[in-house]
């Protein structure tokens, strides 16, 4: 490294930052981008700025877009009095590829974490009851990830739910999808039995 230049060093410590690449993956990258200006570096970069200035939290879901209103939210037909809450755009996108789903979301941006400072207003609970009562939702369905933080905040949001007339559902746990009973934890195959239903 002795002999690059500053800049290349520069980036090379902002790629590291990514989630997923170290120093080591983010030189080799780094290193590709160079080789590869023309097909790969301009474009990225390029793309880069256009999403940078452009995109934005939906003011009423919290998903991502180019205007106010992300793509979902203004399309009429997901208007099916279902919101779908989830932690983070991510598990949005998730919900997305599964093409199951044909309502609406809420992404929270996070769990409750009284450690992080992390309380309802940061997560726009109190904007997800208001726009439940609003909007008139019959159902809300809570998709946070089944970890100790998911399950607090699906609590919480249940509880700030109550009296709004909607039926509060979540996603069902257990055996996935092509999964193997071997290879579960002992956790999954309990939640698993608990849930079972009739053949
Ligand atoms: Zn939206």
């Keep these: 490294m002795a002999d690059s230049t500053r800049e290349i060093e520069d980036l090379i410590e902002l790629m590291a930052r990514l989630p997923g690449l170290g120093p080591r993956s983010a030189r080799r990258a780094v290193l590709h981008l160079i080789r590869k200006r023309g097909q790969v570096m301009a474009p990225l970069a390029a793309q880069m700025a256009k999403v940078a200035t452009n995109v934005r939290e939906c003011l009423a879901c919290g998903n991502l877009g180019t205007g106010d209103l992300c793509d979902i939210c203004q399309n009429p037909a997901r208007a099916t009095g279902e919101i779908c809450v989830v932690e983070d755009v991510a598990d949005l996108w998730a919900m997305e590829r599964g093409q199951a789903y044909k309502g609406r979301y809420h992404v929270l941006g996070g769990t409750l974490s009284a450690l992080d400072g992390v309380g309802p207003d940061e997560l726009g609970i109190p904007r997800l009851a208001a ?64 849930a079972r239903r009739q053949f």
């Design 131 to 194: 726009r439940v009562r609003e909007e008139g939702a019959r159902e809300v369905i809570l998709a946070l990830n089944a970890t100790v933080d998911g399950q607090t905040t699906a609590h919480y949001i249940a509880d700030a739910l109550d009296g709004s007339g909607a039926s509060i559902t979540t996603l069902a746990r257990g055996v996935p999808v092509g999964g193997e009973l071997d290879y579960l934890d002992d956790g999954t195959i309990q939640v698993a039995l608990r």
